[in-house]
């Protein structure tokens, strides 16, 4: 049937026109490679890619990181000997990251008088007082935003006292705990700030006034001292006030606890 004049059959379009075959180009083979680009640049100036080889180094009781070499990357590799750090490298190794476990060397320091005590020393400090403590610092807590911990052991070789703590000290309590004479108190501190402010907590007083220890010794000197919570000494006589009686204790915390309700 005409369309306009125009005939539709097999093969043809309007208008009578056969469609064109569409011939692909053929392709030839790969051209040379380009020129290499330029090596992009890391925080150290050198290539892309580099990661880093660490040794372990001493700084005094701590434990730190160090970048030993770079391997890995193409170019020039950044600088080594940098520090791990809180946030990142670091170039002095005092601002490195102890990386020890909790088990760590304990510091010992004789009181009497001015106090001063590092926590990169250690953090466990075993204080024997010789005399009252009227000056007392302590350095090394780490940044604000970051927790620090200190652990006091304090002998006390008589009846002295811890007249004045650190600036910024806040007790349990209200108030300042009294070392135990002839005694082993053990104190734990802790600070988020940088040491601005240094909460306190007493972790036990062996010493206080409920029972008197007396030595054992035959014909010597019988030094007394308090326990408040039973504890004693092995070796140590154990002498409940007028009640009557004695004992020896079998372990150094085997002592029972005295009734605070019976008068002795």
Known sequence: MPVSGLERRAGKTIGGLKPKKVVEPKRGAP???GPRGLDGSGTGGGGVGWSPLFG??????????QVTGWFGGHGNAPPSGDYIGVSGLVGDIADAVDIRASDYEVQSVTADGDLSI?????KHCVITLNGDVTSFEITGWPPAGLLGNLTLEVHNAGSFLISVWPDGTIWDGGFAPTPSPLGVDIY?????????????????????????LR??????????VICRNGLGFRGMLLRA??????????????????????EC
């Open 31 to 33: 051209g040379p490679r």
């Open 56 to 65: 372990v180094v001493s700084d005094g009781q701590r434990r730190v990181l």
């Open 118 to 122: 590092g926590r990169s020393v250690s």
């Open 188 to 212: 734990l501190l802790f600070s988020s700030d940088g040491g601005a402010t240094i909460f306190g907590s007493i972790a036990g007083q062996v010493i206080s006034d409920r029972f008197e």
């Open 215 to 224: 030595t054992a010794a035959v014909g010597g000197p019988r030094p007394k």
């Open 241 to 262: 006030g007028n009640c009557g009686r004695a004992v020896t204790p079998a372990h150094a915390w085997a002592l029972p606890r005295m009734n605070p309700e019976r």
